[in-house]
């Protein structure tokens, strides 16, 4: 685990929950106690009320893939040993959005509307990160 | 309440009525604002200035705006320069007052502005803007960036940079992954194809053998491009536009003063600028730029023109797919017309709407922080009717730049004022 080389996520206070529960390998999202929007990545204002009454909703992990692409040239440390990957906007059953990698997938069997759900790999002691790979038939 | 005039009573406005009075008065500012036009123009050659200093760049095109102006440039009140990342490029902080001082321009006000690969639009809407409000009459605007000299390892690290980096690089997003995302999500939605997406970048090589300030001078064919190897697939090598280096300049100053000194001003009659997502987490679209549908709306309500009027368009075409994009986002095709339309070559310079005579960002090459400046140096030759590739009769010319991951746009739009 040491050995990973690509960027770190920084952990702050609005973020903290949200890694607590990866490294718990749960997803969990801030949802907007005045306006009920969910929202990915966590920050201390609701993006579309402005409010700062938040609450944590643990979300399913399920998904299906909105679009992707496969990386084959990016000479970033840690990247460039795992060319090709695939980078991925997955839209979530709740209906929020993120961006992760699929993993455990062979790269041309990957498509827009393929089922996925959550994985977590385990970085260094603190972070967990979310990455998703194709839920089973 | 009368337009402009301040009230006995200001004082004793609530702030309802102060904000009704602070609109009405800006608003007869605006009714004010004074015709802008360009009366000088100077470029390096787009290429791989290894050897030179990016101050050098940007001091060679300002001198041969200068020059090309035909003014004493005392008459310079103020220096606006686009530019992304020189100090994290080359190491050079200050090019602003860097480049004024080197054209000898005494001790004017001299701004940098920053939209990543949009700096340059930028600076060219401020040097427009301000003359328009009378603060300056005459005003150089330069855009230039150096990045050649850096490894492209270190270039796409700082060009990714310019997305919101709390999330986006945990996963390993670069510029041509993101756009690797819009281009499958608009052959899903839109059923454009590989072919389509090509001829893109076989148009804009094709111009671009022919400019003589455009980087790369080699023609492609589609074959070419379907068949160079993938930087992000859907994407491919001939897909991006090179990491090059330029700097370009111009010189503008009030439409009555231009017509004064030179024969063939050109005329800014339209600007827009605005933000669109900072983050890629923010897009509800991969197939839309909302930061283009503002500016272009902008530009277009403020010259009193609609899209079907632009005679020849210079977009940022910084992928072959983003040239497809842009030209639906700007209102030239409706969505999903934008591949057919370059593969039947309506967009040809021969063709009824030319894009990126120059060769677009693709083969003139797009050193980030001078391409908006760029874009409009061509429609300048392009509306005087000296350009290398030079379209039939155009009246009207619409230049758009994109910064970031969407994150800014500007958008102005031309007109021959002779
Ligand atoms: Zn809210």
């Not at chain 1, 949802?31 to 009920?36: L, N, Y």
């Not at chain 2, 790369?216 to 001939?238: C, H, M, Q, W």
Request: aromatic letters at 6%.
């Amino acid at each position: 685990m040491s050995g990973y080389q690509k960027p770190i996520p920084q952990i702050d206070e609005e973020s903290k929950p949200f890694w607590e529960a990866c490294k718990r390998h749960e997803l969990y999202m801030q949802k907007c106690r005045d306006c009920g929007t969910l929202r990915y990545y966590p920050r201390a204002l609701c993006g579309n009320c402005l409010s700062s009454d938040t609450e944590w909703v643990k979300c399913s992990g399920r998904g299906e893939i909105y679009t992707f692409t496969v990386t084959y040239q990016n000479r970033g440390a840690g990247f460039r040993d795992e060319l090709p990957y695939v980078l991925a906007y997955i839209e979530l059953e709740e209906g929020v959005r993120m961006m992760s990698n699929v993993v455990e997938c062979e790269p041309e069997k990957v498509s827009i509307g393929m089922p996925v759900e959550v994985v977590f790999e385990d970085i260094n002691d603190e972070i967990a990160l979310p990455r998703f790979k194709p839920l089973p038939e | 309440m009368k337009n402009g005039a301040i009230p006995d009573n200001i004082n004793q406005l609530n702030a309802e009525e102060r904000i009704e009075f602070l609109f009405n008065f800006l608003a007869l500012e605006v009714l004010d604002m004074r015709d802008v036009s360009i009366i000088g123009v100077g470029t390096t050659p787009f290429s791989k200035h290894k050897e030179r200093g990016i101050a050098d760049l940007s001091l060679e095109a300002g001198r041969k705006a200068i020059e090309d102006a035909g003014i004493d440039k005392s008459k310079i009140e103020a220096l606006y320069l686009g530019n992304y990342a020189a100090e994290a490029l080359v190491g050079q902080g200050s090019l602003a007052a860097i480049t004024g001082r080197n054209l000898g321009l005494g001790q004017i006000p001299c701004t940098r502005t920053e939209g990543a690969c949009a700096s340059a639009g930028i600076a060219l809407r401020e040097s427009f803007l301000t003359i328009a409000a009378g603060i300056y009459d005459v005003v150089i605007a330069v855009g230039a960036e150096q990045m050649s000299t850096c490894s492209t390892g270190v270039v796409t690290s700082v060009l990714a940079g310019a997305g919101d980096t709390t999330m986006d690089n945990i996963y390993g997003l670069t510029f041509p992954g993101f756009f690797g995302l819009v281009l499958r999500k608009h052959m899903e939605e839109f059923g454009t194809t590989r072919d389509q997406v090509s001829c893109v970048s076989v148009k804009n090589h094709h111009n671009g053998a022919t400019n003589p300030i455009a980087y790369l001078k080699d023609e492609i064919t589609v074959e070419g491009v379907n068949e160079s190897r993938f930087i992000a697939d859907p994407l491919t090598l001939y897909d991006c536009c090179p990491i090059t280096d330029g700097a370009v300049a111009m010189v503008l100053c009030p439409s009555d003063m231009a017509r004064d000194l030179c024969k063939k001003p050109v005329k800014v009659v339209g600007s827009g600028h605005a933000i669109g997502t900072t983050s890629i987490l923010q897009m509800e679209s991969f197939t839309t730029f909302p930061a283009t549908l503002k500016a272009a709306e902008m530009a277009y309500q403020m010259a009193g023109v609609k899209p079907e009027d632009i005679d020849v368009v210079e977009l940022h075409d910084c992928f072959t797919i983003a040239e497809i994009v842009d030209s639906e986002d700007l209102g030239l095709f409706e969505k999903g017309e934008g591949g057919p339309a370059v593969e039947s070559g309506r967009t040809a310079v021969d063709g009824e709407l030319p894009i990126n005579p120059s060769g677009g960002l693709i083969s003139r090459g797009h050193p980030v922080g001078a391409t908006g400046l760029a874009q409009v140096y061509e429609l300048v030759l392009q509306l005087k009717g000296e350009a290398a590739n030079q379209v039939k009769n155009p009246e009207l010319g619409l230049a758009h730049n994109l910064g970031g991951s969407g994150a800014v746009s500007t958008v102005h739009i031309l007109s021959k004022d002779f």
